[in-house]
């Protein structure tokens, strides 16, 4: 009874020691800078929502004036100017001179409006983030490292492949994937898009499954935010199914795949599109 005591003692005070150095450690740091920052991205998606909701209700009340403007004119030509008398006239041409004062000023409220929509499309554009990733393979186990960053700072790095000072981003992963781009000479060359669905076993984290299909690419316009596009990778009708797991596939997932005979085998968007590419090029 005495040794299991002194054993306890001695595991309680092992749990003691750990638990003071994650206090002290910086893992509390990144995890309370973690919190800040998924609350300022909180409230400036809220920031957006409202800044939206105030734009399309400006919209709204345009249509509505330009819809009661579009009224105005086409009972103005209904109208015989040839019947009317001299007031009559007096007060159409008051009429008329009202009507084009209001569609100027409409014109204007539409020219303000879609500066307002470009700016907030331009802010918002400045604020996404996008994700820089570096891939190794090794022993058949797959390694990445990646950070998030705002795509004006991706853009920069880049465009001068210095690191950002100020962005926000794993500095130490993006200190790696900088040694690699200059290490191999790296150049943006190639843009892969495409739609993924995404899975995990709610028992199994470990195991995941992503089903991808519309995958597009092209070799200019390399810009992240510009519009998808471009030629399609896979026939029609074919999607790219992908199994992820830590350690073994759950029993569920093999019957699954052996009573459809469905067999793994090796597939890479960049290794197909380069292959053809290359094609095309002979």
């Given at each position: ?69 579009k009224k105005c004119i086409a009972e103005l030509k209904d109208k015989e100017v040839d019947d009317m008398n001299a007031f009559e006239l007096r007060e159409e041409n008051s009429f008329v001179t009202k009507q084009i004062s209001d569609v100027v ?178």
């Open positions: 009874m005495l040794n299991k005591l002194l054993e306890y003692q001695k595991v309680d005070s092992k749990l003691v020691k750990i638990e003071k150095d994650l206090e002290n450690s910086d893992s509390k740091g990144v995890v309370n800078n973690m919190v800040r920052l998924v609350r300022e991205a909180q409230n400036h998606l809220i920031q957006i929502e409202r800044s939206a909701g105030e734009l399309i209700a400006e919209y709204k009340h345009l249509v509505e004036v330009y819809e009661k403007e000023g409409l014109k204007k409220s539409i020219t303000a409006l879609s500066k307002k929509i470009i700016q907030k499309l331009n802010e918002f554009e400045k604020t996404r983030k996008q994700g820089v990733e570096s891939k190794k393979k090794y022993d058949s186990v797959v390694n990445k490292r990646r950070t998030s960053i705002l795509l004006q700072d991706a853009y920069s790095y880049f465009e001068n492949r210095e690191i950002p000072e100020k962005a926000k981003m794993n500095r130490q992963v993006m200190k790696e994937i900088d040694y690699i781009m200059n290490f191999y000479n790296l150049k943006p060359k190639v843009f892969i898009s495409y739609d993924r669905f995404a899975f995990f076993e709610k028992n199994n984290s470990d195991f995941r499954l992503t089903v991808d299909k519309n995958i597009q690419t092209r070799r200019t316009d390399l810009h992240l935010n510009s519009s998808v596009y471009g030629d399609q990778l896979l026939e029609e009708g074919q999607w790219l199914m992908e199994a992820k797991a830590f350690r073994s596939f759950p029993l569920w997932f093999v019957q699954f795949l052996s009573e459809r005979k469905i067999y793994s085998t090796s597939f890479s968007k960049y290794g197909a599109e380069y292959k053809k590419f290359s094609n095309n090029q002979k």
